[in-house]
């Protein structure tokens, strides 16, 4: 919590609601994670099944937001 705090000049009850809305977050994140797998057998499965994205879609979203 200190590093929020320090990198992003946050106070420290500002900090602690935000990490209280990640840990929801992340409840519905994982919900959707497992939505995917049972409807589609994957993550990529939904990507492109679900959503329909081609393989140069995905590498375009790869490039933009993964270092």
């Known amino acids: 919590m200190k ?3 320090e990198e992003y000049g ?3 009850a500002a ?3 935000l990490l ?3 840990m929801v ?3 519905y994140f994982r919900l959707a994670i497992d939505s995917m ?3 589609y057998g994957s993550v990529d499965g939904y990507l492109r ?3 329909g994205l081609s393989d140069e879609d995905l590498q375009a979203l790869r490039d ?4």
Do not use: M, R
């Not at 933009?64 to 270092?67: G, M, R, S």
């Open 3 to 5: 590093a929020l705090v």
């Open 10 to 12: 946050l106070d420290e």
């Open 15 to 17: 900090t602690k609601d």
């Open 20 to 22: 209280a809305i990640a």
């Open 25 to 27: 977050q992340l409840d």
């Open 37 to 39: 797998k049972q409807e």
């Open 49 to 51: 099944d679900g959503l």
């Open 64 to 67: 933009k937001f993964l270092q």
